[in-house]
């Protein structure tokens, strides 16, 4: 049993179909190559990427 406890105040936790974690397994070995990355990286990543793509829309959208 680990006592590692997580900050509930800088993470959320989501629920992914089997089908869209079996794509995220394969799509986190192609965007980091050389590192195996976890799971909530491999998202962070991505989310951050179209965010950047978004290029300010999604300010626009958060304050609706």
Do not use: Q, T, W
């Amino acid at each position: 049993e680990s006592n590692i406890k997580m900050d509930i105040r800088k993470y959320k936790s989501v629920a992914l179909s089997h089908d869209s974690c079996d794509k995220l397994d394969g799509i986190r070995k192609v965007i980091v190559p050389e590192v195996s990355v976890s799971r909530a990286k491999a998202l962070d990543i991505i989310i951050n990427e179209k965010a950047r793509k978004l290029n300010g829309r999604l300010r626009n959208i958060k304050n609706s």
